[in-house]
């Protein structure tokens, strides 16, 4: 477990402030240092050497709960489609919504250029050992299947919670399970 101190944190929320104040410009310790009125050193010699260190700690405290999250399912041995939209309801969108200032930006402004491509090489391989138990019925790679509905996923998330105003998860929940079920063909050629 990622361990996060009390001035960790505070560094962590000056960081996404600033990133919030910036709008996807560059983000110095020295910025977030005068924001939470300590001194640059103090924060390279006792917490962060650089900004990608504390985005590298950003990342792990999302990917450990995210992760456990979709272990724990995956060990269960429950895969019924049932059980993956209960899944998704009960625990992994409201992960989500609980994080949704930190997505938001993460997503949003750019300040994070690893972003997405962490979450699309974190979560591939659980998407593969779903698929595998399940049966992979198409002629698609089960890799290749795999990359498609992890980005899926994060475009229908993403869209949510980038949303002026993104509803709370028990309301989102069946329009996510809907966007999921549609294929982009079925939707791109349906007929008014």
């Known amino acids: 477990m990622k361990i996060t101190t009390e001035k960790q944190q505070q560094i962590i929320d000056a960081y996404f402030s600033l990133a919030e104040e ?13 924001k939470i009125g300590i001194r640059r050193e ?29 272990e724990d399912f995956l060990d269960c041995g429950k895969g019924s489609e049932e059980d993956m939209i209960n899944f998704i309801k009960q625990d992994f969108l409201p992960f989500l919504y609980s994080k949704k200032e930190w997505m938001r930006l993460l ?3 750019g300040m994070d250029p690893y972003w997405i491509q962490f979450l699309e090489d974190k979560y591939t391989p659980l998407a593969v050992i779903y698929i ?13 299947l795999a990359r498609i509905i992890v980005k899926q996923i994060m475009g229908i998330t993403s869209a949510w919670l980038m949303a002026d105003k993104a509803e709370p998860s028990s309301l989102f929940a069946d329009k996510f399970i809907e966007a999921m079920k549609m294929a982009p063909f079925e939707i791109l050629s349906k007929k008014p």
């Open 22 to 34: 910036k709008k996807g410009k560059r983000i110095s310790l020295k910025m977030i240092a005068e």
């Open 132 to 144: 595998e138990r399940q049966g992979n019925n198409s002629n698609v790679p089960t890799e290749f």
């Open 107 to 109: 997503y949003y402004t």
């Open 42 to 70: 103090s924060i390279i010699k006792y917490h962060f050497k650089n900004t990608d260190a504390i985005l590298n700690h950003i990342h792990k405290i999302i990917e450990q709960d995210l992760t456990q999250m979709f």
